[in-house]
């Protein structure tokens, strides 16, 4: 069995997996695929992009995000 390591969106789409961003304000989540986080955000890495990330419904830029497996 392998392992991947998923480190910049461009790899969420390789592997076809997707990030939940979940508001540390608020509590509001939202599940977003590696094609649409891309076109949101670009090919950055994993690792700082909770702090680009703005709530929806609070405006706070405060997310934790978890790397889901591919379905």
């Keep these: 069995m392998s392992t991947k390591h998923v480190r910049t969106t461009a790899d969420l789409v390789r592997f076809g997996a997707a990030v939940r961003v979940d508001c540390c304000n608020c509590g509001a989540s939202r599940t ?19 702090k680009r990330l703005r709530c929806s419904r609070c405006g706070i830029k405060q997310a934790r995000l978890s790397v889901l497996p591919p379905p």
């Design 32 to 50: 977003l695929d590696g094609l649409e986080l891309g076109r949101i955000v670009g090919a950055v890495p994993i690792k700082g992009l909770a």
